[in-house]
T-cell receptor
Framework: EAGVAQSPRYKIIEKRQSVAFWCNPISGHATLYWYQQILGQGPKLLIQFQNNGVVDDSQLPKDRFSAERLKGVDSTLKIQPAKLEDSAVYLC????????WGGGRYNEQFFGPGTRLTVL | AQRVTQPEKLLSVFKGAPVELKCNYSYSGSPELFWYVQYSRQRLQLLLR??SRESIKGFTADLNKGETSFHLKKPFAQEEDSAMYYCALRFRSGSARQLTFGSGTQLTVLP
């Protein structure tokens, strides 16, 4: 099966500019994640969607970051305006995880290739 | 708060030597732990999970709740094991379950 797709693969912008990233998850995967990975660190979850609803966005800097998944499939992550510290790889992942309150089984997260953002 | 610590950023071993990548965690609940791997120019992918008690590519990891550790081990390292390895903890956050990752260990297996 096709994997998680992301575009663009690389982006260079100047601070205070805007940028958007796109993610197409694996077909049928209900859950979609956006991670930020700063150089030398592990991925950090920014936002998690279940179908087209937000399940967790507690670590998303909402003053400048926004994300949507309107039809429960593709998703976009936007930064406006960008800061130097936003330079990172932005990873999208998806899983079959259908959350069950009080339970929940783990379904593997499949990661995309990432978008490397450089803010000058 | 939940946290995953990987104390070694870089680890080099010779081919055929044993390798151990360290992972320690802090979490007040019942932990679910995983190892993810990223080979050069490839995507991040799941290597193994503690609940499966499986051996993947010769790697094993045992959850030690007393020491709050989940070290990854392989008795005889191969050059193709060279990669970035991340330990991850799955925890509940509100109504969601999510992963928190350690900072990773870059393993280099020398010929």
């Amino acid at each position: 099966e096709a994997g998680v797709a992301q575009s663009p693969r690389y982006k260079i912008i100047e601070k205070r500019q805007s940028v958007a990233f796109w993610c197409n998850p694996i077909s049928g995967h209900a859950t979609l994640y956006w991670y930020q990975q700063i150089l030398g660190q592990g991925p950090k979850l920014l936002i998690q969607f279940q179908n087209n609803g937000v399940v967790d966005d507690s670590q998303l800097p909402k003053d400048r970051f926004s994300a949507e998944r309107l039809k429960g499939v593709d998703s976009t992550l936007k930064i406006q305006p960008a800061k130097l510290e936003d330079s990172a790889v932005y990873l999208c992942a998806s899983s079959l995880d259908t959350y069950v309150w009080g339970g929940g089984r783990y379904n593997e997260q499949f990661f995309g290739p990432g978008t490397r953002l450089t803010v000058l | 708060a939940q946290r995953v610590t990987q104390p070694e950023k870089l680890l080099s071993v010779f081919k055929g030597a044993p390798v151990e990548l360290k992972c320690n965690y802090s979490y007040s609940g019942s932990p679910e732990l995983f190892w993810y791997v990223q080979y050069s120019r490839q995507r991040l992918q799941l290597l193994l999970r503690h609940i499966s008690r499986e051996s993947i590519k010769g790697f094993t990891a045992d959850l030690n709740k007393g020491e709050t550790s989940f070290h990854l081990k392989k008795p005889f390292a191969q050059e193709e094991d060279s990669a970035m390895y991340y330990c991850a903890l799955r925890f509940r956050s509100g109504s969601a379950r999510q992963l928190t990752f350690g900072s990773g260990t870059q393993l280099t297996v020398l010929p």
